[in-house]
């Protein structure tokens, strides 16, 4: 179906950015022909990612993170609550991700992205499961108080592989987030520590200072288009939107696996494809492990 | 080695499986599949004229709704709906009805029982593992009992990675709150 030929013969006449609306699949593949695509990148190769940490003052832990285009804040705010009955040591984590109508002419007003709550369960899965965090860290007081983060994940511009962002994102906004210096006073009541306040009840070794979360092996993930044969890393939102087989990886900091989603799309995953993938998903965790530390250094330094 | 499940089947064995089609009268096509005590029903209403906003015109385009086990509809329940739909476009063939939109609804529901009376039907919360695989499955079959031109029919398959690294398909509930890992392996075989 469509036209096959006409296009061949109109392309020499039409301008670049007409062929480009009206053909996108030729246009793409004309471009892939020559293992190129249209902004100029190979196809094996990531864009430029920023990580800037402490973007939000007023949270406990924050972090903006720009992969190309796509822009995601992401904020941290603790509150302290009772642990539930079943596990009174532990804290509690929950992770929400919001796509506000900002971040892309396809979101509504009124009307929540479709590509919002699955990218929300899917990073909360995705940080639960790769053990990165102790929520035993999170607990003040057993079977009476422990902390509740509450990380909302913010993307300000939709352009392609949102979930590598987002994940990105969150993970360097909890390697920012300082759980504040608490004492819990007469009334049993935990408040927070002001710089001088007389000491009420002593508590454990959140009272004395500000400390962070000690995060195990990150996860990291890379996210990849499978057309043809051929796998394009870090897809833009045009490229996403003309081939429609993603997959995405996460491995954590030690190489291990901590996720493969593949949600439908026409090309099937061979073992090869996604072996390349997990390739490439290595090389990528090297990179962002390296940006997440100099953003952590900088950080250090001030 | 015998690795012991709970419920004394072999690593590779699956729960019986069962399949009606045709139960719905009202919808284009529907059925239900059951794997072990795990039952879904799917209906299929379409394809029906317009295309939502973001869809592409040029091509059929399906709705999937998941009706939730209890309560609202959550992110859950919305991973699910895309995940059916990315399927089930996948082995649709959508250049025949273009400007079309095809309904999927799914639901989970009780495995009947002989011995209760038979309009104990519907909506109280049945899953017992192996939701997703079931509910593909079961979308394929109300696809192929209401007409719609596939490419190739697609069988899904769950399959948990316990802790000793050994795998077993098909886990119930209990395996997989116990088990590290469980995948969803969707197949397509040519019709």
Same mark, same amino acid.
């Given at each position: 179906?469509?036209?096959?030929?006409?296009?061949?013969?109109?392309?020499?006449?039409?301008?670049?950015?007409?062929?480009?609306?009206?053909?996108?699949?030729?246009?793409?593949?004309?471009?892939?022909? !020559?293992?190129?695509?249209?902004?100029?990148?190979? +196809?094996?190769?990531?864009?430029?990612?920023?990580?800037?940490?402490?973007?939000?003052?007023?949270?406990?832990? =924050?972090?903006?993170?720009?992969?190309?285009?796509?822009?995601? +804040?992401?904020?941290?705010?603790? !509150?302290?609550?009772?642990?539930?009955?079943?596990?009174?040591?532990?804290?509690?984590?929950?992770?929400?991700?919001?796509?506000?109508?900002?971040?892309?002419?396809?979101?509504?007003?009124?009307?929540?992205?479709?590509?919002?709550?699955?990218?929300?369960?899917?990073?909360?899965? &995705?940080?639960?499961?790769?053990?990165?965090?102790?929520?035993?860290?999170?607990?003040?007081?057993?079977?009476?108080?422990?902390?509740?983060?509450?990380?909302?994940?913010?993307?300000?511009?939709?352009?392609?592989?949102?979930?590598?962002?987002?994940?990105?994102?969150?993970?360097?906004?909890?390697?920012?987030?300082?759980?504040?210096?608490?004492?819990?006073?007469?009334?049993?009541?935990?408040?927070?520590?002001?710089?001088?306040?007389?000491?009420?009840?002593?508590?454990?070794?959140?009272?004395?200072?500000?400390?962070?979360?000690?995060?195990?092996?990150?996860?990291?993930?890379?996210?990849?288009?499978?057309?043809?044969?051929?796998?394009?890393?870090?897809?833009?939102?045009?490229? !996403?939107?003309?081939?429609?087989?993603?997959?995405?990886?996460?491995?954590?900091?030690?190489?291990?696996?901590?996720?493969?989603?593949?949600?439908?799309?026409?090309?099937?995953?061979?073992?090869?494809?996604?072996?390349?993938?997990?390739?490439?998903?290595?090389?990528?965790?090297?990179?962002?492990?390296?940006?997440?530390?100099?953003?952590?250094?900088?950080?250090?330094?001030? | 080695?015998?690795?012991?499940?709970?419920?004394?089947?072999?690593?590779?064995?699956?729960?019986?499986?069962?399949?009606?089609?045709?139960?719905?009268?009202?919808?284009?096509? =529907?059925?239900?599949?059951?794997?072990?005590?795990?039952?879904?029903?799917?209906?299929?209403?379409?394809?029906?004229?317009?295309?939502?906003?973001?869809?592409?015109?040029?091509?059929?385009?399906?709705?999937?709704?998941?009706?939730?086990?209890?309560?609202?509809?959550?992110?859950?329940?919305?991973?699910? !709906?895309?995940?059916?739909?990315?399927?089930?476009?996948?082995?649709?063939?959508?250049?025949?009805?273009?400007?079309?939109?095809?309904?999927?609804?799914?639901?989970?529901?009780?495995?009947?029982?002989?011995?209760?009376?038979?309009?104990?039907?519907?909506?109280?919360?049945?899953?017992?593992?192996?939701?997703?695989?079931?509910?593909?499955?079961?979308?394929?079959?109300?696809?192929?009992?209401?007409?719609?031109?596939?490419?190739?029919?697609?069988?899904?398959?769950?399959?948990?990675?316990?802790?000793?690294?050994?795998?077993?398909?098909?886990?119930?509930?209990?395996?997989?709150?116990?088990?590290?890992? &469980?995948?969803?392996?969707?197949?397509?075989?040519?019709?």
């Amino acid at each position: 179906m469509g036209f096959p030929d006409a296009s061949k013969d109109l392309s020499s006449e039409m301008e670049v950015d007409a062929f480009r609306r009206l053909f996108p699949l030729k246009y793409f593949e004309r471009h892939l022909a !020559e293992a190129i695509r249209p902004d100029g990148r190979p +196809l094996g190769k990531a864009r430029d990612t920023t990580v800037v940490l402490g973007a939000v003052a007023s949270a406990n832990g =924050s972090a903006l993170v720009k992969i190309g285009s796509t822009t995601m +804040l992401t904020a941290i705010k603790m !509150e302290v609550m009772t642990p539930s009955l079943e596990s009174p040591d532990e804290g509690c984590i929950a992770i929400d991700f919001h796509m506000p109508p900002i971040c892309s002419p396809i979101v509504r007003p009124g009307r929540p992205a479709e590509a919002a709550p699955v990218i929300s369960k899917q990073l909360s899965d &995705t940080i639960s499961s790769s053990g990165s965090i102790d929520l035993k860290e999170l607990s003040l007081v057993t079977g009476k108080a422990a902390w509740m983060a509450y990380l909302d994940v913010y993307c300000l511009d939709a352009d392609g592989a949102l979930f590598d962002a987002a994940l990105l994102s969150a993970v360097a906004a909890l390697s920012h987030l300082q759980i504040p210096a608490v004492a819990m006073n007469d009334d049993g009541k935990i408040v927070l520590l002001s710089e001088d306040d007389g000491q009420k009840k002593a508590q454990e070794p959140v009272n004395k200072e500000k400390r962070n979360l000690t995060l195990r092996s990150i996860p990291f993930s890379l996210t990849c288009i499978l057309h043809k044969n051929y796998i394009l890393v870090d897809p833009t939102a045009e490229e !996403e939107s003309v081939m429609e087989t993603v997959v995405t990886i996460a491995l954590d900091t030690s190489g291990q696996l901590v996720s493969l989603y593949k949600p439908g799309g026409p090309v099937l995953a061979f073992t090869s494809a996604i072996q390349d993938c997990v390739a490439l998903t290595r090389q990528r965790v090297k990179e962002l492990k390296g940006i997440l530390e100099e953003a952590n250094s900088t950080m250090q330094v001030e | 080695m015998e690795i012991e499940r709970p419920d004394g089947r072999s690593p590779n064995q699956l729960r019986p499986l069962a399949c009606s089609r045709s139960i719905l009268h009202r919808a284009h096509g =529907s059925a239900t599949w059951s794997q072990g005590d795990t039952k879904v029903v799917a209906a299929v209403y379409g394809p029906k004229a317009g295309t939502r906003k973001n869809e592409n015109p040029e091509k059929a385009s399906f709705e999937v709704v998941w009706k939730p086990k209890t309560g609202q509809i959550g992110k859950a329940e919305r991973e699910y !709906e895309m995940i059916l739909k990315r399927t089930l476009e996948s082995i649709c063939i959508r250049s025949i009805y273009p400007n079309t939109t095809t309904s999927v609804i799914v639901q989970a529901c009780f495995s009947l029982n002989p011995s209760f009376p038979p309009f104990s039907f519907l909506l109280v919360v049945h899953d017992d593992g192996a939701l997703l695989p079931c509910a593909i499955n079961a979308a394929c079959a109300a696809l192929v009992d209401a007409g719609i031109p596939l490419r190739h029919l697609a069988v899904a398959i769950c399959c948990s990675v316990a802790d000793n690294g050994y795998i077993f398909l098909d886990p119930n509930k209990q395996e997989e709150e116990v088990c590290i890992y &469980t995948h969803t392996h969707t197949h397509s075989a040519d019709v």
